[in-house]
């Protein structure tokens, strides 16, 4: 069931992500997802308890590696296509969680399991590279894949130590929403700031809704599952992207892409039964 939950939550941030691609002021429709996470986090305050120091420190970490995600995605965005740089991204960070998981949670995955992983983080590689894939865009998104890497890791240790997974959703959704709206108020002023959001609409909205039930869905399964086959399984948003960019932005999807779907495909399949 938490695998289930995990690929629904794939199937949204392909889709907030390509929202996030297509928009003409990327800024502004970034703080109207995160401002939908923000008043769903102040409206459920005073259901959850205060994190303690110790739960303060991983959310504050869990934050600044958010932040990093932000910068990153809106400048790869603005240089490579939505299946590369979303591909490349969302690629690299199973296999970073998968030895940070080992290293310093003592999570060891069975043969099969990390052979699944290996599998559709090579599927993920081949989609992405080759055509439309430029050195820029690919340091940005392999940058931002570390920054993935990071934020799911402390997720995963977040929800574990709190106790609750919406608990630690709930601060994050408001530390991370105040972040981004303080930083579109700085870099555009309080009127700009209204009329941008504004202008961004339902849609922005829709897409924030989708990447808090997303983050919920994933914080939900590393609760009780390891993070590096949960990650991966996220991670097949990959060819959702690549189907997105296709039909939506006219990006290439061609033979060996088609393959490369299927060694992901069959490496996601492989983990939910391993599950």
Known sequence: MAYSLVLLAAIAHAGWNA???????????????????FALGLAALPLVPLPSREGWAVLGAATLAHFAYYVL????YRVGDLSVVHGIARGTSPLLLAVVGWL????????????????SCTGIG??????????????????????IAAYSLLGGIGVRRAGTVVGFQVWLEI?????????MLVTRGPGATAAAVAQSGRGGLGAGAAAVGGYLAYLSAV???????VAALRESSVLFSALIGTVAFG????????????????GVVALAMLG
Not at 19 to 30: F, G
Not at 73 to 76: E, F, G, I, K, Q
Not at 175 to 183: D, N, R
């Open 73 to 76: 995605l809106l400048a790869s």
């Open 126 to 147: 081949v989609l992405v590279l080759g055509a439309g894939a430029g050195r820029r865009a690919v340091v940005l998104a392999g940058a931002n894949g570390v920054a």
């Open 223 to 229: 609760s009780v599952l390891p993070i590096a086959p």
């Open 175 to 183: 530390l991370t929403g105040a972040g981004v709206i303080v930083w």
């Open 104 to 119: 310093a949670l003592g999570e060891h995955l069975t043969l099969a399991q990390s052979a699944a992983v290996l599998l």
């Open 251 to 266: 990006e290439p999807f061609g033979p060996r892409r088609i393959a490369a779907a299927a060694l992901v495909a069959i």
């Open 19 to 37: 929202w996030l691609k297509s928009a003409e002021d990327r800024l502004a429709t970034l703080a109207a997802i995160r401002l939908f996470g």
